[in-house]
């Protein structure tokens, strides 16, 4: 061994090549140091050390040092200070580390999920895109146009039903709820279309039609000759062929909602046509079947319902009739759904509980990230708001994501500022807190909102939808300014224009308008598509507006674009500024947010110029970012003038440090109350 150190505590049982650990006294030198090792490896003899402390002032740590070295070195307190100062250092980071996450998780607001963050499209798929020639629009056709969804910036497909039907309601009669009509095309072109779409990033919604099926379905042909297992599945009730009916109720499309069957002996009940009986929903085997199918299409990927016609699921068991609206009408002339009131053919208990219980199926779907499965309902329960708004469930119970918000409709009534703000304020002020708005101006069921209300408002309709606080609904060709087509008698497709011409939906439901093509695109067949394109189709295209700067469709993409990416627009709050005869405005803005956004909409009869100046949250000089006049863009406005023509809807995006939701909490709406922090550039509640 060749270390001499006068005594030692430590003994060191091995020896080891070091340059570094000489000893001190001796002052040999570090090659006389290497060689002694070298000559003495095999020396295993101890060494002795008392004093560490004093010892090993002079001598380097070495890498290979044995542990007891180690052990000298690290107890004195320049290493043990700083390691222990490090070691509850990183204690304290990482408890400070957890507590920030905990901080930041409780804090932040949800992400707004695919429904909400985009439009949703109804694709009336007869109507989309011929793919084969036959007239009639099919699931291929809708797969060569999602393009269009992608160049819109649209996330949301709602694709109106496919299902194998012999189209006596153009597929809302229901023959095979797992089959695809071959009008439409397969299952694999099914599955294709859903594939592509998801690969695209885009969502598909399926109509979903509970109430009722096609009279060709196998359940009813079964009920109808008293299968044990079917003989329920329908409300059936005795009658005969020639005497009174059950009762007075009557069916959507007019006439009464009983027909008498032949082979079974009995009426049954129909609220829409003949066509279309009515499921007994109080039988359980129905109920189960229904949520069979739920599971099918959720197994397949879909990623959403729209509940067909829900508040007819049920009816009242008693049978009774139901009051009419005037008493005094004889009932022989009591023969539509406006003569009576729907105590016992709509909205029935135990409606909500079906629905719910829907809801919880197609929630055992939605647990994956990003596989969120959206419901909305549709019901019609026009000025009985809070019947609406029981579709979004309770804070305890959740139902639909959203029930279709149907009062926008009824814009055209009275095109004006107030009335616009009033329709709003429908929603707005009834809707259980914390829920999501939606807005829709157009289905396949009603008047083209461009007709109805006119041309020279379909602009700032479509500013309306993508500006207000939650998802916008399209039909489709609404981003392009399609009308409603003329049908003569002898055109009539649609049942109801059947029993009334002026009830048609036909018109709305016209080709899609892809280009100035032979049929504006929607195939290439002279003359055959199942109802007349447009004439207006040379100019109202999406292939000509592609190009045109300012048109309809270029100011469509560029709201729904602003929309996605602008934080005050898509969850921001929602204020009312403005509203009179033809101007309808109101502020969208985030606290913490300097960017806030002005939208000025006149959809009265006549230009206007409304004065801004006692809103003191608005700078003195507004600039349109965009208007629906397109020479308007860019111009700077003063607040206290701020001009619009009949039908023109400006955007403005200002910049303040003072919000105008906090001082007028009676005009500001919001779903979810969000910040925004530009320092770490978060979202958090607040
Ligand atoms: C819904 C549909 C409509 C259909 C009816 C019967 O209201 O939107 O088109 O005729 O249900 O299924
Ligand atoms: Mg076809």
Redesign the pocket.
Known sequence: MSFRYRSGSVELSECTRNPGFRDAEDGESEADNINAVAGDKQDSSAVKLDTPEEEYTQIKPYAGMPKEVLLLYSSRARYRVPREILFWLTVACTLALVALTITVIALSPGCLSWWQASPVYQVYPRSFKDSDGDGVGDLKGVLQQLDHFQYLNIKSVWI?PFYRSPMK??G??VEDFRAIDPLFGTMKDFEDLLAEMHNKGLRLIM?F?P??TSDRHRWFNLSRSRDPHYSDYYVWVDCNATGPKPNNWVS??GNSSWTYDEVRGQCYLHQ??KE?PDLNFRNPDVRKEIVDIIHFWLEKGVDGFRM??VKHILEAAHLRDEPQVDPNRPPELVTTEWDLYHDYTTSQVGLHDLLRGWRAEMDTYSREPGRYRFMVS?S?DYHEVDKTMMYYGTPQVRESDFPFNFYLLDLPQNTSGLWAQQLVNLWMSNMPRGKWPNWVVG???RPRIASSAGPQYSRVINMLLLTLQGTPTTYYGEEIGMENINITDSEVQD??GKYNTSLS?DPQRSPMQWSDDLNAGFNTKANLTWLPVHPDYRTVNVEVQKNVEGSILAQYRFLNTLRQAELPLHRGWFCYVHADENVFSYIRELDGLDRAFLIVLNFGKESATTDFSSVHELPDQLEVLLSTNHINDGRVLQKSRVPTEAGEGLLIQYSTHTRFNPTHPEECYISEKACYLKVIDILYKC
């Open positions: 109106s309601d153009f809302y009669d109509d039609i109430n009722h959507i499309f829409f046509l279309q067909d016609a549709e019609y289905n396949h069921d049942p109801a939906r």
